[in-house]
């Protein structure tokens, strides 16, 4: 079982950045992959971008792709969502999903069918 802790959601301007974190612990940390969701008011929750269990792979949503960067130190137990040039498109609940694999090269980002989540945090883009 894994438990996930998101930080680093708050107000941003548009055009700004905003670098989020994912704090895993737990059993067989190594044989996870990463994914970051997001949920916006009144949408449904989309994947958006995920890094393998290895840290070698990632992949992002179109929505993102361009504006976003997600990084994996397996020595901190921690994955980051660096993003940029943020839009009031932007503003939801971001959260963060592991899965278990035997695959250590691969990630899925647009499955929501994660074995373990964490709370989420709120990001918020506003003038």
């Known amino acids: 079982q894994l438990q996930l802790v998101e930080s680093g959601g708050g107000l941003v301007q548009p055009g700004g950045s905003l670098r989020l974190s994912c704090r895993f612990s737990?059993?067989?940390?190594?044989?996870?992959?990463i994914g970051w969701f997001r949920q916006a008011p009144g949408k449904e929750r989309e994947g958006i971008s995920c890094?393998?269990?290895?840290?070698?792979?990632?992949n992002y949503a179109d929505s993102v792709k361009g504006r976003a960067t997600i990084s994996r130190d397996n020595s901190n137990n921690t994955v980051y969502l660096q993003m940029n040039n943020l839009g009031p498109g932007n503003t939801a609940v971001y959260y963060c999903?592991?899965?278990?694999?035997?695959?250590?090269?691969?990630?899925?980002?647009?499955?929501?069918?994660?074995?373990?989540w964490g709370r989420g945090t709120l990001v918020n883009v506003t003038s």
């Open positions: 999903a592991a899965k278990s694999t035997f695959i250590r090269t691969v990630c899925d980002v647009e499955s929501l069918g994660m074995d373990w």
């Open positions: 890094i393998s269990a290895s840290g070698s792979n990632a």
């Open positions: 737990g059993e067989a940390l190594d044989y996870n992959y």
